[in-house]
Every structure is written in C-alpha cells, then in structure tokens.
C-alpha cells in the first residue's frame, strides 16, 4: 500500500506546545497574537497556543512564547525546549525543523 503522510501546521504546532509544556521551568504558553490572546480570554485554550509554525527555505521553523516559573534559570529551559522539541518532532513527526527559536515572555510564581 502506498499513500502520503501529511502533518498540518496545527498538528506540528500541537505537538511542539504539548512538549514544551513537558518541560521543568515552563508555567505556560503566552499568547503570540492579539487573535489568540483573544481567543483565550473566551476561554478557548489550545495545546498549540504560543507556538507559531513558519517556513524558512522549505522547512518548518517554531517560534515558542513561554512563560516560565521565577527562580528558574531562563537560558537552561529555553536550552531544554529546543532539544526536546527538536528531538520530538523529528521522532514523532518525521520533520526536522530548520530553527526552533524560544520567546521568554513572563516569569510567574509557579
């Protein structure tokens, strides 16, 4: 049998939320545009908020808004996102991701 595979940017960017929230420091995702910010006011949360899926010379890029918990060092969990996330989608999802780039955009209590 022959056929295709088709991962959607929802689903690559579903994928990279669930693992970011894996990692020890993170708090949770921020929202990357006013539409999604909005969106979370109405109570509408998804796996993929604060990850935004890009192309850059064919190949996906991910751009994670994170907020992570005071005290934690915000140069290792960005360190540990990176890793996990690259490790995670190239071994469930098949993509390598051309830059997977981490935005820390708060520090809360955890």
């Given amino acids: 049998m022959s056929g295709t595979i ?17 990692i020890p420091g993170v708090v949770g ?6 539409k999604e910010g909005i969106s979370r006011v109405l109570g509408r949360a998804n796996a993929s908020d604060g990850v935004v899926i890009g192309k850059d010379s064919g190949k996906f890029t991910a751009d994670l ?6 005290g934690v ?3 290792r969990v960005a360190e540990n996102i990176v890793e996990r996330v690259n490790h995670v989608v190239k071994a469930q999802a098949g993509i390598e991701l051309a830059a ?3 935005h820390a955009v708060g520090v809360q209590r955890a």
């Fill in 73 to 75: 060092s915000i140069p």
């Fill in 29 to 34: 995702m921020a929202p990357a545009n006013l």
């Fill in 6 to 22: 088709q991962i959607t940017e929802a689903a690559l960017a579903s994928l990279i939320g669930l693992t970011a929230h894996e």
């Fill in 65 to 70: 808004y994170i907020v992570v918990a005071y």
């Fill in 100 to 102: 997977a780039r981490v």
